[in-house]
Structures are given as C-alpha cells and as structure tokens.
C-alpha cells in the first residue's frame, strides 16, 4: 500500500528524489560523532520552532498584557512550563551547538573551497541565531527582558554618527515602551526567522552539493561511509540525549520568574544574557571615548574575520597541526570569549558600585572596627537605607548620614536618636528602634561615627530644615524614587474614644490593585522589603518593633502573617495583603505612633514593585506565588517518565541488537 | 576506496538496526514533545472557568421571606485578564443561616424576570413563565424551576458564586 501511495505521489511530485538528496550522501572517513553538531542544532531549532509558535497561541504582545499572558501559559495552561521551558533553555543550546559546530568546522578547515558558501551562510546563521536571543530577551516584559533590551539598544546607541539613529529604529520612539516591544516581537517571530530559514536552506544546499570534508589525513578518508543512516544514527542518539538534557534543565531549573518590567526601579542591576557577557566585560576595558570601539568596532572586526576567512587562509591544507597560525588565532578568540564570559558572569555590578564607594571615602569597609562592620550589616538590614543615604546611596526622606562621623553629635545622643526618636524631635517620623539590644545598638552607632571625611565628599540630599522636617511629619511621601516613613499619625486621627471594635487594625477602604493579579518575583521582592518593610516589619518580616499607643504594643509581624490574610491559592492571598499595601491601614489603640502608609495610593512603590513585595510575603508564609496551578503532568513526574521511557527503549533495542547478532 | 559493511549480510542486519533505531527516537521524541503540546491546546478549552464567591451584602438587612434584586461586583477572570462585572441576583433570607438565591436569568429563554409583590410570583415579561417563591413552574413555558446560586454567610455578610446555565433545556446545565 505504502509503495503505491509512493509511486502515487512520485508520479506526480518528485518525492523519492527528495528522500535521495536529502539523505544519500557519501562521507569520506566514515560517520562520527564529531559530525552530529550541524544535525543536533537543527533538532534543537525544530524544537525552538514548535515551541515558539505554540507560546503564540497564548502570548500577548502588548505591553500590559505580555508579562501577565506569558505567566498563565507556565502556570496555568498543561505543560505551559515546559513549552516555555524548552524555548527558554532551547535558546541557549542553540548558540551553544552553534559555537561548538562553527569550533569543529573550523578546526576540520571545513571552510576551504570549494566550501565558501556553506561558511558564509554558517557565519549568516550564527549572527541570525544571536539577534534572535537578543530580540527574544525582551519579550516576557519582565526585569530581565526590560533591560537587557535597554542595555543592549543602548549599545547599539553608542555607534558613531548612526547610534542615535539606530537606537531609535529599535526602539520605535525615543524611550521603551509598546512600540519597542511590537518592534522586538516581529523581528524575533518574522524577519529574523526568515532570514534564519533562508540562511538554513542555502547552508543545507551547499554542504549537500560540496559533500562533507571529512578527515583531513588521507589514509582515514580512503574509508567511506554512508550519511543513511549511520551519521543520522549517530544524530539521533545524540538529538535525543539533548532534548532529556533540555527537560532536565527545564524541571530542575526553571526559567526565572522575574518581575514585571519596570521602568523607574532603581534596585534592579541589570545584567545581560549569558551569551552577550562578553560584550558587557569587554565594554570595562574601553571607558569614555572609547566605548564604541568595544561595543561596535572589535564585534565588527570578528565578524569581518569570520566572514572573510575563507578567503584569507585559502591554502588546501586542513590538517590543523599544520596551520598553527589559523590554531593559535582561533585558541586566543575561544579562550578571550570564555574568559570575558566567566568575567562577565562572576561580576556583580553592586559589588562594583560598593568598592567604588569605598575608594572614595577614607572610611572603605576594611578601615572599619569589626563592630562598626556589624553596624553596618545591621543599617541595611534593619532598613535604615530605605530612608537615610550614605555616599550617595539610600533613601532621601531621612537626613543624609554621609558626614554623621564629623556632625558633632555624641554616641549618647545617636543612641537616644536610635531608641526613641521622640526624644529630640517629638514630631519626628523616624520610627523607634528600641527592640535593639545594647550590642546592636553600639555597633549601629559605632558605623555611624565612622561615617565621614569633612572634605571632599559631598552630601546628595541636604538635612532637611526643620519646616522642612515637620512638612514630612503631615504629608506621606509621596515621590515614586522615595522610600517612605511609616506614617505618623495626628492624633485626633486616632483617638477613637476606647470604642475599640476588637480588629487589631482598621484597613483603609478600597479594592486590591493591579498588583494583585501580577506574579511578581519573591527574589527582587526579598530586596524591597529590606529596603522598604523592615524598619518596622523587622527583618525578613518577623516583627518585633514596637508600636506605642496601638493595641498590640507592636507593629505586626509577617513571618507568620495574620491567619485571616492566608489563602493557599496565591491570587486570592495577595489580593488580600495588596489592599493593605495599596491603601494602608491605621493600628487600633488609643493613640498608635506608626501606621502602614498606602504605598499604592500615594504612588511612593510602583504597581510592580509592589506585587515583588507581596511575592516574597508569600513566600515567607510558604505560599509560593507563581505555584504551577495546572501542570498537565507535574513537571519532575514528566521527566522521570520521559527518562524511564527512553532508557526502556535503548535498553531493548541495544538487548535486540545483541540477541540478533549473536545469533 | 573501503566501505562501512554496507553489502554484507551483518552490514544489512546493522543498517534494519539503525533504521529501526531511529525511527523509534524519531516516534519517541515526537510523543514526548507532542502530547503536551496537543494536550497546552485541547485541555484548556474543555475547562470549566473558575468561579468564586462574590460578596453581594448584609444578611441582616435582608427582610426575611421577601424577594430581593441585589446588585454585587464579580472578578471574572478571562485567562490572564481579570475584570469586574455587575451582576444582579435575586435573594430570598429564609432564616439568619439560610438565604436562597435565584439566577435573574428566566430558564426558558434568558430573559430577566421579576418580582410582582401583589402576586407573590417572579414573572417573565417575555413569554409569561410564573414561578413561585420556591423557583417552581406555575404557568408558562419555562423548562425547569428557577436556577439557584451556591450561597454562603461569613460573618453576617452573604455570599453568592455567579454561574450561567444552558437556557431551555429541562435540566440545570452550568454553561
């Protein structure tokens, strides 16, 4: 029946010529496992294809609805995780077999005449397969995507005379934003796709008219080997060893869930893709004017050699002991991309920030006695940040305490200052940090007298004056880049008469915002809240800062938080601390000194940074905000299936095969 | 120039192994990554959407016995787009722990029916369906009772899960 539906179709459509061109082949030296690299990248770029088009069943690219959409297809539709998954770790494989394949050809001399072509279009699908990782990247709209888009069009920004231009295009307007986003999405689905099937087709064609090279010593090429089916053998193995690997990567490290994008977050260190590292390292060697030519020239200037080289090196010789020139420019390119890659991946953008700091000031991190180090810890850590700046860096709603070492106040009085706030300035918003034992409260006090050099440091944010202070005292923050105070309550606001209701707080009126429904990033979250919460949630929000004059004596804890906010289902949890968050809410008691601001209301967090915070709440009440809530099949489950059935499988065909020719 | 066994009896034994091996990684793979696709599209379609309670008011200013047309804002979740939508309900408090309510939707055709007080019956406007207070079919070409709501009362306040049902059908169908 098959042969007549062959002969059918052959009548009509050369379809056995097909089969023959595409599989008949002859490879000088036999079939190897050095070939399958070319074959394995094109299992993975199907697999990249097919899970590409099927995110767009439920992916939407619009800037309100790309973050959230690209979420419910991994939590909510079956085996969303794993569509996405594969695409996400499939991305990187890519360039990886890419890199390996284009090492091997070049290493085989691969690239000779009459090979020119096949190279050409090989060097097309390396760039092509790069700018789909960069255009990909930012897809998600999430933290991540957001900036490394920024970073990279800025780059793009930094060639002379057309940068501006460019910069522009990419970004469809003068800043990010939907154009940009609708730019990146056509670009990654469309154009460079095509350009990707174009490249693929002309690069097929041409190693299929040229032939595989095969080893460059003639004895072993005098041995000949058929690419049906022992190379495609060998392909298949290792196709299917990759694709577990990608599952495995895909169960036991999954895609991030960022954060949604955000423009104005200033906690965010950006940090590129793994495969552009090099580029981010390289930039540090090139400072100032020099910028574009670690940007734009040395790249262009690789890829000019990439793609000039066949006709450079056009010696027939390939044997690569006999090319030590072609060996040894193609050893110090590897190990310059690894190494700036590792660089790039080992260094942290805050760390460098921190030391930079410290040259700067007499008083670096190592000057300091173990105590004032302990301070120092305890000053982040207890959220003092969130509103007092040192060098520069911090919050601006509290005095800047850059110059606190030379400002003439004693240990005394910083340690009143620290302990009861009231004390000197009775409408002060500071909140008392008097659950702090005498130890704390040296070592904090010991790091702010070591503050200061009195020359040639400036003071970012100037002491507020006292009108100033006192305008504060009455008026939430209401700045976006302010970390706010807790709110310092009037008291006529508060004395409700000893009508005490019995709720431990009364939650200002008002629905859950649009952070509720947004799956923020319990990682990005965990930064905020030290920054923003722990002055009076405490320290990973368990509690223990007191509240005078309210009725629990203390501001709540959140680690445990209130039983009458949990709900296992994260969404309906969220909504129930977002309305807290968004509008705040006021301690019941006679006269309570801290309230929780409406952090939403008066725009002082943004939307996302919001929904980060009320992920890692979450998760400190071990309720996991971005749960899989419709796996189709849970995800280690899948793969140990999928391993099982492929170890089966192998285990039974290799028993056949030995059975067989045994017998 | 040698050749890899091709022509030999254990050369055609080694390539039927080969080629069967292939296929069966081919097939394999094509599963694994299949039916999860197959199952991302078809799975979600044949999903009931989720609904929850929406709190519609105070049981204790419901008048007990007497029909009420209550109005309350439902979350509606579309996939990952949440809304609020207005819906209505009609709610009969028959003690302090038991309150009845009533889709306003008419069983017969979907046209809103309504409370006559000199009656005693909700009447359509439509094509003249009576039901009684109970939801039951006195007159008219209503199919089946009045479809009621799953209702519960936390703290005095009363909840209602909105859900939709098939019209003109003679049994209660969530749509």
Redesign the interface.
């Known amino acids: 029946m098959f042969k007549n539906l062959k002969q059918w179709i052959d009548e009509r459509w050369p379809l056995t010529q097909m089969i023959h061109l595409g599989i008949d082949e002859d490879i000088p030296g ?2 190897s496992f050095a070939y399958v690299l070319g074959s394995t990248t094109i299992i993975v770029f199907l ?1 990249q294809a ?1 899970t590409g088009i ?1 995110q767009l ?2 992916y939407v690219p619009t800037v309100d ?1 790309a973050y ?2 690209l ?2 297809l991994r939590t ?5 995780w ?2 996405h998954g ?1 695409h996400y770790w499939g991305a990187s494989a890519m360039i990886i077999l890419v890199l390996l394949h284009l090492a091997r050809v070049f290493i085989w001399g691969a690239y000779k005449r009459p090979r020119e072509i096949t190279w050409l279009a090989g060097i097309l699908l390396l760039l092509v397969t790069m700018g789909m990782s960069f255009t990909g990247a930012p897809l998600p709209w999430d933290e991540r995507g957001y900036w490394a888009a920024e970073v990279g069009t800025s780059i793009a920004g930094s060639v002379p005379l057309v940068g501006n231009l460019v910069k522009r295009i990419l970004l469809g307007a003068s800043t990010m934003g939907q154009l940009t986003l609708s730019r990146f999405f056509i670009l990654h689905i469309a154009l460079i796709s095509i350009l990707l099937i174009g490249g693929l087709a002309i690069h097929l064609i041409a190693f299929r008219k040229s032939g595989s090279v095969g080893p460059w010593d003639d004895k072993k090429r ?5 690419f049906w ?2 190379q ?2 060998y392909d ?2 290792v ?2 060893v990759v ?1 577990i690997i990608l ?1 495995g990567l895909v169960v036991f490290l999954p895609p991030p869930f960022a954060g949604p994008a955000d423009p104005i977050d200033t906690t965010y260190v950006p940090k590129p893709e793994w495969n552009f590292l090099f580029l981010y390292e390289a930039l540090k060697f090139f400072p100032g004017k020099l910028e574009p030519l670690g940007t734009v020239g040395f790249p262009a200037l690789a890829i000019l050699l990439l793609v000039l080289l066949p006709f450079l090196d056009r010696k027939p010789e390939r044997n690569p002991a006999r090319r030590p020139y072609a060996m040894a420019i193609g050893f110090v390119a590897t190990v310059a991309l690894v190494g700036l890659t590792v660089a790039g991946f080992l260094s942290n953008p805050q760390n460098a920030q921190a030391s930079k700091a410290a040259v700067s000031t007499p008083v670096s991190s190592g000057k300091l006695s173990s105590s004032a180090r302990e301070g120092q810890n305890l000053f982040h850590s207890l959220g003092c940040s969130g509103c007092h700046s040192v060098m520069g860096s911090g919050g601006s709603a509290g005095p800047d305490l850059s110059n606190e070492g030379i400002s003439g106040r004693t240990r005394d009085w910083l340690m009143n200052q620290i302990k009861n706030p009231n004390s000197h300035n009775p409408n002060t918003i500071m909140p008392a940090f008097s659950s702090l034992n005498d130890q704390q409260l040296t070592q904090l006090v010991d790091y702010l007298l070591s503050l200061g050099s009195g020359d040639n440091l400036s003071i970012s944010t100037p002491i507020p004056s006292p009108q100033a202070q006192a305008a504060m005292n009455t008026t939430p923050v209401a700045t976006p880049q302010i970390s706010p105070e807790p709110t310092i309550i009037p008291t006529s606001q508060t004395d409700n008469g000893g009508t005490n209701t019995g709720s431990a707080t009364t939650n200002q009126e008002g629905p859950p915002g649009l952070a509720a ?1 947004v799956m923020g990033s319990a990682q990005h979250g965990s930064v905020l809240f030290s920054n923003e919460c722990t002055s009076c949630h405490g320290n990973q929000g368990i509690g223990g800062v007191s509240n005078p004059g309210s009725d629990d004596g203390e501001v709540p804890s959140l680690n445990p938080i209130d039983s009458e906010f949990v709900d296992q289902n994260p969404q ?1 949890f969220a909504e129930n601390i977002d309305r807290i968050i968004q509008h705040g809410s006021i301690p019941s008691g006679p006269n309570p000194k801290l309230a929780m601001p409406a952090f939403g209301e008066t725009n002082t967090l943004t939307q996302q940074e919001i929904s980060d915070i009320e992920a890692y709440v979450l998760q400190i009440n071990h309720v996991n905000r971005t749960q899989l809530v ?1 796996p ?1 099949i849970p995800p280690k489950q ?1 793969f140990l299936i ?1 391993l099982a ?2 170890t089966v ?1 192998g285990v039974a ?1 290799s028993l ?2 030995w059975f ?2 045994s017998g | ?4 066994k ?1 022509g030999t009896e ?1 050369g055609l ?1 080694r ?1 039927g ?6 296929a ?3 097939a ?2 094509g599963l ?2 299949g039916l ?2 197959i ?3 078809i ?2 379609s044949l ?1 009931k959407g989720q609904q ?1 309670f929406a709190r519609v008011g105070k049981v204790d200013t419901l008048k007990t016995g007497t029909p009420e047309d209550l109005n309350f804002a439902d979350i509606t979740e579309d ?4 809304s609020t939508d207005l819906h209505s309900v009609w709610v009969i408090k028959n003690s302090d722990t038991n309150v009845t309510a009533y889709s306003p939707i008419c069983p017969h055709l979907g046209c809103r029916y309504k409370w006559q007080a000199d009656s005693d019956h909700f009447v359509c406007p439509c094509h003249g369906s009576v039901f009684d207070k109970d939801g039951k079919v006195l007159a008219g070409p209503a199919p089946r009772p009045l479809d009621t709501l799953p209702t519960k009362i936390e703290n005095g306040d009363l909840y209602v899960e909105w859900e939709q049902f098939k019209e003109g059908i003679p049994q209660k169908e969530t749509i």
């Not at chain 1, 005098?222 to 058929?226: D, F, I, Q, T, V």
């Open positions: 036999g079939s697999i097919v099927w069943f439920y609805h959230d959409s979420n419910y909510a539709v079956p085996f969303g794993l569509i594969l005098a041995k000949s080997g058929r089916p022992k495609v053998f298949a193995i196709g299917v694709f599952i429904d309906i419709n189709g899948f999928t059935v492929f499988t065909l056949g095969w067989r020719h | 120039m040698g050749q890899e091709e254990d034994k390539r192994f080969m080629e069967l091996t292939i069966v990684l081919a394999l793979s694994a990554i999860p696709l199952g991302s599209v799975k979600p999903q929850r996939a990952y787009i949440r």
